[in-house]
């Protein structure tokens, strides 16, 4: 199964930018669609980004539309997400989420999370 590593959170100013890194090790990540996913204290784990094996293919949610672009390295096993414009309502821990081809066995990996925190 895929491990993934977050970096890049931080105590940032709203407007500010930040960019998260997501490194994988134990597989090949261009095998796999990676998600962005991000919990504040006190809500439910809400859907961010998710980019295709290839990179191709990218899908955001509203709240980030616009603002946030996930990107790939597969050559370095990286997903990156640039954020940017940030607002005090994007503070959560951001965690990404590799999903395996649909004929391998493994289940969805999940990486110990960033924190991000945006004030006002």
């Known amino acids: 199964q895929v491990q993934l590593v977050e970096s890049g959170g931080g105590l940032v100013q709203a407007g500010d930018s930040l960019r998260l890194s997501c490194a994988a090790s134990?597989?090949?990540?261009?095998?796999?669609?990676v998600n962005w996913f991000r919990q504040a204290p006190g809500k439910e784990r809400e859907f961010v980004a998710v980019i295709s094996g290839s990179g191709d293919s990218t899908y955001y949610s509203d709240s980030v539309k616009g603002r946030f672009t996930i990107s790939r390295d597969n050559a370095k096993n990286t997903v990156f997400l640039q954020m940017n414009s940030l607002k005090p309502e994007d503070t959560a821990v951001y965690c990404c989420?590799?999903?395996?081809?649909?004929?391998?066995?493994?289940?969805?990996?999940w990486g110990q999370g960033t924190q991000v925190t945006v004030s006002s």
């Open positions: 989420a590799a999903d395996p081809p649909s004929d391998s066995p493994d289940d969805r990996s």
């Open positions: 134990g597989r090949t990540l261009s095998m796999y669609a």
